[in-house]
């Protein structure tokens, strides 16, 4: 892998940050609710009339059908503005979309991915179950086919953003008498059909809830909507998690570097354990710092290694997994520092200061979603390292 950049992309990321620096919205984001729908949306808008929607998604789908390493600038210099981080329109772009384009027929990439694209509507996924989460493939939120219907009833959990999507990427069993892997169909739903209920859950960091569970109550969906075959699910649900735990999360993986060098003015502010010197002058806390910061730039490595291999193929393979792994529990350990440089005066107070503490609440959830850490050493040792199940 050549990691030199070309006099292209040299002047490529110039492009971008000349870019975001003079349009990097600097009103305050909502915390929450269809006021910070409204707000991504507009800003995805914006980012689409200005040409920097999908930097590589493809041209004919509204994108700009650049490579992944330019969208690995556009990353890196998005995390440098400090532009906003997205959550309602997370799923649809990182890796709802991402799907379409790699299992979608034509006609549904064309009437969906333009959509997202211009921020005009939000995605939200259903893929996990209150009995299924690790073990994705033994979902039982069950589609019975009924002439040129789907109809489904069911649960599903943990869906972020439900209550504020207007189509989700679905997994239902259609097929309960052949192995579970084989009877599973990927789906697209309209989240105001008749029959949907949603009820938000509440988490640890309390605020507006982003997580809900969705109940299905014989959801009728046009069997038009599904993606791949019918029985065929898992095999585009992998391609989904492949986005996710790859590619999907470059955004937060350039965005932990900044956030350790703020950590680490934090600590030349702050007064250390012994109430004297400022925190960076504990041996400790210094060792951990220089640790961290040497463990994001081992992530960058990672993370570009991961682009030269998506490069040569369609879709990202199992080797997100480790990417997913060492940056969900390198979260984990910079929010658990965060909170050692503040001691006694951590405060959950939202912005400033007192969103240390709320970072360190949420990072739980990192070693959980997408597959939890066993199961992505699982996948890296079965499919990375050809170990034994």
């Known amino acids: 892998m050549d990691l030199d950049f070309t006099a292209d992309e040299v002047a490529f990321r110039e492009e971008v940050r000349t870019w975001l620096a003079e349009n990097v919205p600097r009103d305050e984001r909502p915390d929450g ?17 200005a040409g920097w929607a999908g930097v590589a998604w493809p041209k004919e789908y509204g994108g700009r059908g650049l490579s992944l390493l330019e969208l690995l600038i556009w990353y890196e210099e998005y995390a440098r503005a400090d532009a906003p981080q997205v959550a309602v329109t997370f799923v649809g772009l990182n890796h709802g979309g991402p799907t379409l384009i790699a299992r979608a027929s034509e006609e549904q990439k064309g009437y969906h991915l333009p959509k997202i694209l211009r921020g005009d509507v939000a995605w939200c996924q259903g893929f996990s179950e209150p009995g299924s989460g690790s073990d994705l493939a033994s979902l039982q939120t069950r589609a019975d086919i009924d002439g040129d219907h789907l109809v489904v009833s069911g649960q599903k959990i943990w869906t972020s953003f439900a209550d504020l999507a207007d189509w989700q990427e679905l997994l239902v069993r259609t097929n309960r008498e052949v192995p579970k892997h084989k009877g599973i169909t990927w789906v697209i739903c309209d989240m105001h059909s008749l029959g949907i209920e949603v009820r938000p859950i509440r988490g640890i960091t309390g605020g507006e809830a982003h997580f809900c569970e969705v109940f299905y109550d014989e959801v ?5 909507n599904v993606v791949g075959e019918i029985n065929d699910g898992w095999s585009v649900a992998m391609s989904t998690l492949s986005f996710e735990r790859g590619t999907a999360f470059m955004a937060h993986q350039m965005e932990m570097a900044k956030t350790v060098e703020s ?4 600590a030349r502010e702050r007064t250390g354990p012994d109430g004297r010197r400022p925190a960076i002058a504990d041996d400790e806390l210094a060792r951990r710092l220089a640790t961290a910061r040497a463990e994001v730039s081992a992530l960058r490595a990672m993370t570009y290694a991961g682009i030269s291999r998506a490069a040569r193929s369609s879709q990202p393979g199992p080797e997100g997994s480790m990417l997913r792994l060492f940056s ?10 965060a909170l050692d440089i503040l001691g006694d005066t951590a405060r959950y107070e939202g912005e400033g200061v007192g969103r240390w503490p709320a970072a360190y609440l949420g990072s739980f959830q990192a070693t959980i979603a997408a597959g939890t850490r066993d199961i ?5 040792g079965e499919r990375v390292l050809g170990l034994p199940r």
């Open 328 to 337: 969900s529990e390198l979260s984990q350990r910079i929010g658990r520092l």
């Open 33 to 49: 609710g269809k006021a910070l729908r409204e707000w991504e949306l507009a800003w995805q808008r914006h980012q689409y009339d």
């Open 376 to 380: 992505q050493r699982n996948i890296i």
């Open 220 to 224: 009728r969906i046009p069997i038009s």
């Open 263 to 266: 950590l680490i003015d934090l």
